[in-house]
């Protein structure tokens, strides 16, 4: 194992070690000066236990194919909450909290901690909006009633943005006039989020859940691109590729453009 990770530091790897437990936190031998990924300090900042290893897995999962992937996942990704202040406030309350701690790199958005007292609100919230990487709409029973939700959710599928729809309270989907997707991506009730335990894994499996989506968007934005090269070849110019955003030129008579996040 030394020989194979002293040919990867000559080959300039990038190398991330894991540090287990906090008595064996120095990684050996030539990548001595390396900082670790420690488990336990993880564990211990998100007020969790060993039982919830399987949260930092997946946390530190998602910062390296960040890192390998840029173009794809963004670390520090933008979430806006959508939700109807009237019976969802409380739910959405403790989420924004939970992810907070549960996901210290990811930048949640709820509007009433967000907007500093005398912005103007509306516009704060559209541009969060438009910086999103994925929306979470809360869906609850008087939701179908706001004309801000819908808005919210246009705005959304518009531009193509992903929308992880949780269900709560097995809300009427039928009255809902836009509906994000064929059906709720997850369903629970309000006293689950009332339960510190089930809390935790509820707020861990939407971030994975809007991992998911955020991938699959950019999948699809990829498989445009090799539409274009496939279809265009040597006539595209490519003028700006960076982090996750592509624009690329196509060369004809007329120059077409695309642009995609």
């Not at 179908?144 to 959710?153: G, N, T």
């Not at 097995?170 to 009255?175: C, K």
Request: net charge negative.
């Amino acid at each position: 194992i030394e020989s194979f990770i002293e040919e990867a530091v000559q080959k300039e790897a990038e190398i991330w070690p894991i540090a287990i437990n906090k008595e064996d936190r120095l990684p050996e031998g030539p990548i001595s000066r390396k900082q670790s990924y420690d488990v336990w300090e993880q564990l211990r900042c998100r007020d969790l236990d060993e039982q919830y290893i399987g949260i930092i897995a997946k946390i530190f999962a998602r910062k390296i194919i960040a890192r390998v992937f840029p173009t794809c996942y963004c670390e520090e990704s933008e979430i806006f909450l959508s939700h109807r202040r009237i019976d969802g406030e409380d739910i959405t309350a403790k989420i924004y909290d939970k992810m907070l701690v549960q996901a210290k790199e990811l930048t949640p958005f709820r509007d009433v901690v967000n907007v500093k007292v005398g912005d103007a609100a509306q516009e704060v919230i559209d541009e969060r909006m438009e910086n999103s990487d994925v929306f979470i709409f809360i869906h609850t029973a008087r939701s179908a009633e706001s004309d801000w939700i819908l808005k919210e959710l246009r705005f959304a599928l518009l531009r193509q943005i992903p929308v992880l729809w949780v269900q709560i309270d097995n809300a009427d989907v039928n009255i809902l006039k836009i509906k994000p997707s064929d059906q709720p991506h997850l369903k629970y009730t309000t006293e689950d989020f009332f339960d510190e335990e089930k809390l935790i894994k509820i707020v861990d499996t939407m971030l994975q859940t809007a991992f998911e989506l955020i991938m699959d968007r950019s999948n699809q934005i990829l498989g445009y691109v090799d539409l274009l090269e496939d279809l265009f070849g040597d006539k595209q110019e490519s003028v700006k590729r960076k982090e996750k955003y592509f624009l690329r030129n196509i060369i004809r008579k007329k120059r077409i453009s695309l642009s995609a996040a």
